[in-house]
């Protein structure tokens, strides 16, 4: 399991928050910085996809575990 910044994870892919974490989300588009907020990517839960965080760019993420 290799620990990268979300920014480097593709749209589509999963990932995890904290390596020992049961939950997996899946990184979808990037909202650009505007006058409503900072700029971040919408994550949502890979089992509930109606679960949407907002995570930003330089967000340490887990990727490359097995299911």
Partial sequence: MDQVPLRAVKKGQVFKRKANSNK???RHHYNPRDAFGP?????SDFDDMRV??????STLVFVGFTF
């Fill in 24 to 26: 997996v989300y899946v």
């Fill in 39 to 43: 700029a971040t990517f919408c994550c």
């Fill in 52 to 57: 949407i965080i907002q995570l930003k760019p």
